[in-house]
């Protein structure tokens, strides 16, 4: 099956710096890839997804990128903020379900 | 206001008991989930339903149970088989199967006394 591996497990930032999270997965046949904002003790929420025909996407301060030759995809925020400390996780989709990686807390110090 | 629903919030379960989350959604998905978050695992996959009356095994499934008998509606049954059941449990839905993000419950805490 599909495997996803995350890294970092923890990273911290100075407010205004920029945070990158990169994820590999094994299948080549994911096409899909999501990522999710997961606050303390709240519900994980999309934040951006990219498809395997599109390379990169942007939405504001959050970019995707994605390399399908390496199989890797990274999540890329910029001028971080105090209110971007969370848990972020990413996905592949594969067949019917998507497999997480074990996610990236982040935080961002004022 | 379309949205997942998860009940109920916290929940406590004595040894040698069963336990029934509910999960319903007013979204008119057709793929439903059950995904449980336990600290420094990620979102592990319990058991999945493309459709009414059918679903899956997903990655963990050994002393779970669930039942899909309305679109709406998918609830967890957490049985006495299950040795290490506290855990964070989550519930999502998605309009198909195949390449779709997910909307999330806002969850259910299930704690072993």
């Known amino acids: 099956g599909e495997n996803v591996e995350q890294h970092p497990s923890t990273l911290s930032v100075q407010e205004g710096d920029s945070a990158v999270i990169k994820c590999t997965y094994s299948d080549s046949a994911s096409n899909y890839f999501p990522w999710y904002k997961q606050e303390l003790g709240k519900r994980p929420q999309l934040i951006i997804d990219i498809r395997s025909n599109v390379g990169e996407k942007k939405d504001q301060r959050i970019a995707v990128t994605l390399n399908k030759t390496a199989k890797h995809f990274s999540l890329h925020i910029t001028e971080t903020q105090p209110e971007d400390s969370a848990v972020y996780f990413c996905?592949?989709?594969?067949?019917?379900?998507?497999?997480f990686g074990k996610g990236t807390m982040l935080l961002v110090s004022p | 206001d379309g949205g997942i629903t998860q009940s109920p919030k916290y929940l406590f379960r004595k040894e040698g008991q069963n336990v029934t989350l509910s999960c319903e959604q007013n979204l008119n998905h057709d793929a439903m989930y059950w995904y449980r978050q336990d600290p420094g695992q990620g979102l592990r996959l319990i058991y999945y339903s493309q459709i009414v009356n059918d679903f899956q095994k997903g990655d963990i499934a050994e002393g779970y149970s669930v039942s899909r008998e309305k679109k709406e509606s998918f609830p967890l049954t957490v049985t006495s088989a299950q040795k290490n059941p506290t855990a964070f449990y989550l519930c999502?839905?998605?309009?198909?199967?195949?390449?779709?993000?997910?909307?999330f419950g806002s969850g259910t805490r299930l704690t072993v006394v």
């Open positions: 999502a839905s998605a309009p198909g199967t195949r390449d779709y993000g997910y909307t």
């Open positions: 996905a592949a989709s594969t067949y019917s379900t998507l497999t």
